[in-house]
């Protein structure tokens, strides 16, 4: 590889500055983007980056200025490199083109707000046809007084001297392998490339406070108990200026008393009388939206289930809706009155069937009386 000053085109006696400034200027022309990933170019650029890689660090540059790119022992520069050069190619380029080119040399936080949860309570109802909600959270929010920087408003913060305002540090390691570069985070700044020399006196340089947010949120139909919605980047503010965490809202739906929810259908139990299971009838029931016919057919048994097509729960975030399905269930009455018992009685005998005698059942209402 050729000498790294002539590389980034400085002299010996660049400063840090010029380093990165040509460093910066060379980046941009060697962009694949701006290449359309011509070979010779991205070859240039990782060429360009290892050298600036090296001659940012006082230590490295010190050494290579002693050794050259093979290092102090000899090893070559590929070894040097390559164990983490996809990572350390990474942190280049984050920083010089995620990070905003020409920014007037603002570094962003890196550090995201941390994910929140929360939940809501639905009635029945609500998780069928869908609903709004308001929700009031309390949550760290960026400082209006900081928007988020940290620093007390008119003042600037510091470039860290740890990381030289990269917010990353590298160490060089020794292992079986031959040396290692590992990249981690700056312990001096967290991260963040400055250090703030006046805090925010309303966030006291944390660029959040905790506030109450209250979110509406918008409950689509057919909802299940046990969801869970994200609400993206509504969650805390992340430290001095950091991507807001999501918002994860677990709902939780009040059973019903009426229904049972099985997918998409509804499941209910429907109460009739002998006489109407045996003679057949039209009844109403209540369904979620509106009052449904139950027709009840001579001779009906308990038991039976009539389906009522699309009147279940609607899809969620989709079309169309599941079934009711109505069990009849037949019901034998109690307490029955004595002219109820004679008529009952009088059933039986014209069909046939045993029941017990009307002595008995009076001897039976006479122990029961005797217990009491
Ligand atoms: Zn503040
Ligand atoms: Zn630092």
Redesign the pocket.
């Known amino acids: 590889m050729a000498d790294y000053y002539e590389l980034l085109g400085v002299s010996k006696s660049a400063t840090e500055d010029e380093i990165k400034k040509a460093y910066r200027k060379l980046a941009r022309e060697l962009h694949p983007d701006t290449n359309g990933g011509d070979a010779v170019a991205v070859e240039r650029f990782k060429e360009v980056t290892i050298a600036y890689e090296t001659l940012r660090d006082p230590e490295k540059r010190r050494q290579y200025d002693m050794f050259g790119d093979g290092g102090p022992r000899g090893q070559g520069s590929g070894d040097f490199f390559s164990p983490n050069f996809g990572d350390i190619f990474e942190n280049i380029f984050g920083q010089a083109f995620g990070g905003g080119f020409g920014d007037g040399g603002g570094q962003r936080s890196a550090r995201h707000g941390e994910d929140m949860e929360t939940s809501i309570n639905l009635k029945f109802e609500e998780s069928v046809f869908g609903t709004k909600k308001e929700i009031s959270i309390r949550l760290p929010v960026t400082c209006k007084t900081c928007v988020g920087s940290g620093s007390k408003p008119g003042t600037t913060p510091s470039v860290?001297r740890?990381?030289g305002?990269?917010?990353q540090?590298r160490r060089v390691t020794q292992t079986l392998l031959g040396r290692m570069m590992t990249t981690s985070t700056?312990d001096?700044?967290y991260?963040?490339?400055k250090i703030i020399t006046t805090p925010c006196p309303d966030c006291r340089g944390e660029g959040r406070k905790t506030e109450e947010r209250s979110y509406v949120i918008e409950i689509q139909p057919g909802i299940e108990d046990g969801a869970t919605l994200r609400l993206t980047g509504k969650g805390p503010a992340g430290p001095r200026g950091g991507y807001p965490g999501n918002l994860y809202i677990h709902v939780h739906v009040e059973p019903s008393k009426t229904f049972k929810r099985s997918g998409q259908d509804l499941f209910a139990q429907f109460n009739i009388s002998i006489s109407q299971a045996a003679l057949g009838t039209k009844l109403e029931f209540e369904s979620l939206d509106e009052l449904v016919e139950i027709n009840v057919a001579p001779g009906t048994q308990s038991g039976k289930i009539l389906r009522f097509k699309g009147k279940g729960v609607p899809n969620f975030g989709g079309r169309g809706r599941g079934d009711l399905l109505v069990e009849l269930v037949v019901t034998t009455p109690k307490d029955l009155s004595e002219e109820e018992i004679n008529l009952y009685t009088r059933l039986a005998e014209i069909r046939g069937e045993k029941i017990s005698e009307p002595n008995e059942h009076g001897l039976f209402s006479k122990l029961k009386s005797a217990f009491r």
């Open positions: 860290c740890s990381c305002g990269s917010g540090v700056c001096t700044c991260g963040d490339g």
